[in-house]
Each structure stands twice: as structure tokens, then as C-alpha cells.
């Protein structure tokens, strides 16, 4: 029997037809089957105008063919669920240091297409890695895949093990190599554009092109260079014991020198010191008293950055366990066997033997940012330049953030005539007390200078009071070379941040706040006034707040500078310090593993294998 009409009226004849059959026979339900799932298909697949549906009954009364006509679909078109949103503005930051990984952690994956690039596909807590040079913390404790810190954000961040070689600002991409280093198959370089680009690539350690430095010492930036330092060491107490030495050549081989007299060489001091003392002279009987530290410092003093009272209660304590710290002397070359020096005072060069040699003096500008700075025009300069809102001068689409940069802080000088006029609301050419304070906040805000101006005088208690005579009297109205003048001393106060971990942090939680409040701000920016032009900045400009710095001194002792010019020195201040490092661990594994390595130190030791 053949059937023609529309699908429904086909498939109503076809039910009342096998309604007439025995119902009871398998083969009616399994052809019954077929008919409703070719039924769906047919309403599924709205490309094909007509099915065929032929099904066999195998009864007395023969076959059955059915032919349906699929009618065309009126309803509204069909929504594809998996159609591609708009296209993101994509952000790739290069670096997974204190600032990448502090703008990853707050950026919001939702608002834009984020990549990254780094060699290294983990973040590592690096003001403890004096620490691990010695055993006292694993250095797997201090690290922490970013894969698991950026996988909770809103979104997909994509992340790619490989290192950025070029920087192609007029076209807006990048060339990374992988520094994966085996015999996989592939293309190890790549290319990625970008709409905004974020540089946290770090420094790299400056040898003031030193010779021998490279060849012959130890760094102290990366997790790797801690894990050298340890083996290193462990090798020179071991060759040491060695028999068929001179007691001259032990001596050579267990005296350790560290170059520089900063946070980093003074704990590494500290750590190796106490290395020494408390495990590696029950091991090494035979050697004890053959061991030397010397630290090596250009300037007068260790740890000049910090306060005076620390300095002098550092040096103390050295001279007190036997670290020899030799002040106002330069490094002139480093060899194999010896470091040659000049000594400052004495005018005199001098040839020291040592064992192994950490270099720790300071920061320099990688290769990749230096080629950089040289297509933004500022080839002249130490180390790349932003402006107060961390976005690289000469470059509306690039920011840098962390020690690869420093900010060019604008001076009020360059804007006092448009200041000047801005609070002059009455075009009179002087301005009163009233006028200024309109602008007084403004001020703060884009100049924190100012600020740093009125702490630093302790006859100024107010902002207005900078509108005195040099008597102390109030002025009324001041004229334009009044206001200059008593402005004239802010800018003195103007300081280069500090190539710490804590500011670094600090901008890369500021930046992400930018970019995931961008639009809004578009519309309703929240920075200070324009002095020079109308309305608006967009954002207020970066301002560091400092929490102040530790330096451990070994011995379950430390010292620490706190805001309001408190200073702390002691065992209680090592207390402090273990609390707060353990805090800002970036996981709970790392906080976890950190303070268990610390306890099992105490129990059992460090652990002098090497490994």
C-alpha cells in the first residue's frame, strides 16, 4: 500500500494500519521504533525536503511503504548556542614574578582574552630563596604552579611555557621561543598578537660587567640558581675532606664569599652561617675550624637602605659569629680560584682565594626590554620608563610593571602655571587660602610628592601651610612667583621605588583593577582633575604604600623597619617574620609546606644530601 500527504497525515494512516495487526508480534514494535526515530530526524534535519521512510512488516498481509513530505518550517530561525560572543580585546603579560602573578590572581578572564608567557610555568616566593640555598625550606614549597592559581578566574587563561624574545611594538605582537629544551617534534617559536601587552619579565642580575663574574659566581634570582648554591656548597665541604689536601687548600675551599651587602647577600650570610653551625660542623668534624664568610660591600655600610639602628646592629652581630665584612672595596674581576678587589681607603688591590663566590649587587635591564626601549625611544635610559598609571612611555597599548620598569613621577613645577590658573577661579592673578584648598586633593593625588613634602617637614602640619612667609604669617593672596616659591622644595622628595616584591605586587593588583574597571571609568572617570586640559584623568595614578622590610640575621634573630619609623631587632622580630612570610604564601599548599619545612629544621636539621 503507498501513501501520500504530509508527514502527520502519513503517520496517523500508518498507526490506524498496524493497529489492525496482532500487536503482540516483536518485529510491529521494532518497526514502530524505527518509524519515531526516523519521525525526529526528519524534523531535526530541516535541510532535506522530503524522507523516505520504508518499513517491511513481515506479516500475512504483506508490506507497508509510507512516504512523507516534510513541510517547510515558518517559525522564527534557530539559534545557534555555541555562536561565538564578541570578539575580547586579548591582554598577554609576559612573566609569572611578583607583579604577573599579582595581576593574573584579580584580572578579570570574563572582560578580556588573556595569555601568557613566561619560561617558567610557576610562581615562586622569592624573598625565601636564601632559604632554600641552605636546606632550611625545600624549594618545591615555594612555588606554586600558576595554572592552579589563575584556574578559579572567570574564564579561560591561556598560558604558554616559552620565553619573549622580540617585542614588535608597530605591529602589535610578539616573538616567544619555548626554552623547553628535548627532542620533541614542533616549531619551538611562535607569534601572538596583542590589543594590550603587559611586561613583568623582571631584571636579571647586573655584573657592572665585571670579569670572570659570569663564568666564576653564583646567582641568587631564580629557584634554580638557590638549588645550584646548595649542591655548591655541599661539594665544597666534601672536597675539602678529601685526602691528600694541605691545610691551605681546605681553607681555600671552604671560604665562601658573597658580593654585596644587601637583603639578599646578608640573609644568604645568615642562612649559610647558621648552615654551618648548627649541621653541617657535626658532619664535617674535621674541618670546623677552617670555615669563612667574608661579605663584600662597596658602600660604608650592609644593608644601607634600611635604617641606621639595623645597619649597625647587622654589622655587630657578624663580627660576633665570625662573618668578615669587608666595607668600601670593588670587585675588579673574579677567576676560578681567586677574587681580586680594591680597597677604597687603602687605595690598595688584593687577591683573596675563595671556595665559591655568591654575586648579589643589584639588577639590570634584560636583553628583550633593552631592544624594546630602543623601538619607544628611550635607548638613553638605565631601565624602561611609565608614567604614573604604569603604562610605557612612547606606547598607549603597553604597560610594564615589577623591577623591568621605574616610574617617571611628574614634577609640579612643570605644571605650577596651570595649577595656578586652575584654582584662580576669578581670573583675579592671585589666588586666596580658599581657592586653594579646592584643589588641594587634586593635588595629593597626582603629585604624592606633596605629600611627602609635608612629612618630611615638621613645621608643616597642613597642606596650607605651605602659603607662609618665612615668618609664619598666613597670606591673604598669593601671586604666581608666591606660589612658586612655596612650592619650589616639593619635588626634592621625589624617591625611585625600590625593586622589591611588595611593589611589584602592589602594581600588578593596581593594574588589573584598570583594566577590569575600564569601561566604567570611560564613563565616570575617578581620577584627579586635568591640570593641563578639561575634565578627567580616567584612573588615579599608582601610589605605593609601604609595609615596611625584614632582614633576617640569623640565629632566630631578625630585624624589622615599620611604618611610622618603628624599628624592631631581635627574637621576637623573628617570630614576626616567620608569621608574616608565612601569610603571603600565595596557596595554602605553599603556606602549609613552608611552616612544615620550618618545623621539621627544628626537629631534624637541614638535610645536607645533595641532591
Known sequence: MLCYGSEKESLSLLVALLLRFE???????????ILSFLSRASRTYKGYPKLLVLCTLSLSSGGLLAYSESQPDTRAPHVDPYEKEPKKKRVVVLGTGWAGTSLLKDLDASLYDIQVVSPRNYFAFTPLLPSVTCGTVEARSIVEPIRNIVKKRKGEV???????????????????????????????????????????????????????VKENCHFLKEVEDAQKIRRSVIDCFETAILPGLSEEERRTNLHFIIVGGGPTGVEFAAELHDFLEEDLVKLYPAVKDLVRITVIQSGDH??????????????????????????????????????????????EVCTIPHGLVVWSTGIGTRPVVRDFMEQVGQAKRRVLETNEWLRVKGCENVYAIGDCA?????????DILSIFEAADKDNSGTLT??????????????YPQVDHYLKSQQNLKDVTDLLKDSQGNDWKEVNVEQFKL?????????????????????????????????????????????FRGSGRHRFRPFQYKHFGQFAPLGGEQAAAELPGDWVSIGHSTQWLWYSVYASKQVSWRTRILVVSDWTRRFIFGRDSSRI
Open 158 to 212: 591561556k598560558i604558554w611555557e616559552a620565553e619573549c624574545v622580540k617585542i614588535d611594538a608597530a605591529n602589535n605582537k610578539i616573538l616567544c621561543r619555548s626554552n623547553i629544551e628535548n627532542n620533541l617534534v614542533g616549531n619551538r617559536e611562535f607569534f601572538l598578537e596583542y590589543d594590550y601587552l603587559v611586561i613583568g619579565v623582571g631584571a636579571q642580575v647586573n655584573t657592572f660587567n665585571t670579569p670572570g
Open 433 to 446: 587660602v580658599e581657592e586653594f584648598k579646592d584643589v588641594i586633593d587634586d593635588i595629593l593625588i597626582r
Open 486 to 530: 612655596a612650592l619650589s622644595h616639593v619635588d626634592s622628595q621625589m624617591k625611585s621605588l625600590p625593586a622589591t616584591a611588595q611593589v611589584a605586587a602592589q602594581q600588578g593588583a593596581y593594574l588589573s583593577r584598570c583594566f577590569n574597571h575600564r569601561i566604567q571609568c570611560e564613563e565616570h572617570p575617578e581620577g584627579p582633575r586635568r
Open 406 to 414: 621605574t616610574i617617571d613621577q611628574r614634577k609640579i613645577m612643570e
Open 23 to 33: 500487536l503482540s508480534n516483536p518485529i510491529i514494535w521494532v518497526n514502530m521504533a
Open 302 to 347: 650592609i644593608l644601607s637602605t634600611f635604617d641606621e639602628r639595623i645597619s649597625s646592629f647587622a654589622e655587630k652581630k657578624f663580627r660576633r659569629d665570625g662573618i668578615e665584612v669587608q666595607t668600601g672595596c670593588r670587585v675588579l674581576s673574579v677567576s676560578d680560584k681567586d677574587i681580586t678587589m680594591k680597597v677604597k681607603s687603602k687605595e
